[in-house]
T-cell receptor
């Protein structure tokens, strides 16, 4: 069975500083990995995905994520955080065999001015 | 396209009443998903459809829950009878066929359900 862990419930970072939101996964076969962001009272929005190829993927709003197969991790990063990045971030995994996206519990990011 | 459209945005009902949530997926998408989000359990997949056919309903909590997709542009999630523990935000999402290279979900804004 596939699963996703986000070890931090909350991440606080000062505006302008780099941010990292952590994600580890477990899946049989090759993983499809995703990051989604949820703003208050909104649905989840796609940020980026890793399917194959370069381990560093770039996505919306200046975010990027690094796929590390040996550590089964897919951490989300941004070089310089903005207050507007404050939101709930979800990591998700999908295997090659179904359409079932399994989401992590979410990490609340607060960027302080 | 207006995106995935869900209605109502908020629903407040009393225990025992029937609740129907509605979803219009993005035109041309052939997968439709219903998720439930709570603080305790996070985001849970309830059921998903492919070309209007239910593929996996193993996440539907019990027989009180049912979902239908009578055509490519409309789906409903019904709870009958509703209970306070059903209170949650219910999201609908749609996507293209994964083999076309569009492996991502488009979410609606959700329905906030409160069962008193």
């Amino acid at each position: 069975a596939q699963s996703v862990a986000q070890p931090e419930d909350q991440v606080n970072v000062a505006e302008g500083n780099p941010l990292t939101v952590k994600c580890t996964y477990s899946v049989s076969g090759n993983p499809y990995l995703f990051w989604y962001v949820q703003y208050p009272n909104r649905g989840l929005q796609f940020l980026l995905k890793y399917i194959t190829g370069d381990n560093l993927v770039k996505g919306s709003y200046g975010f990027e994520a690094e796929f590390n197969k040996s550590q089964t991790s897919f951490h989300l990063k941004k070089p310089s955080a903005l207050v507007s990045d404050s939101a709930l971030y979800f990591c998700a995994v999908n295997d090659n065999y179904g359409q079932n996206f399994v989401f992590g519990p979410g990490t609340r990011l607060s960027v302080l001015p | 396209d207006a995106g995935v459209i869900q209605s109502p945005r908020h629903e407040v009902t009393e225990m025992g009443q029937e609740v129907t949530l509605r979803c219009k997926p993005i035109s041309g998408h052939d997968y439709l998903f219903w998720y439930r989000q709570t603080m305790m359990r996070g985001l849970e997949l309830l059921i998903y459809f492919n070309n209007n056919v239910p593929i996996d309903d193993s996440g539907m909590p019990e027989d009180r829950f049912s979902a239908k997709m009578p055509n490519a542009s409309f789906s409903t999630l019904k709870i009958q009878p509703s209970e306070p523990r059903d209170s949650a935000v219910y999201f609908c999402a749609s996507s293209f066929d994964r083999y076309l290279g569009n492996e991502k979900l488009f979410f609606g804004s959700g329905t906030q359900l409160s069962v008193l």
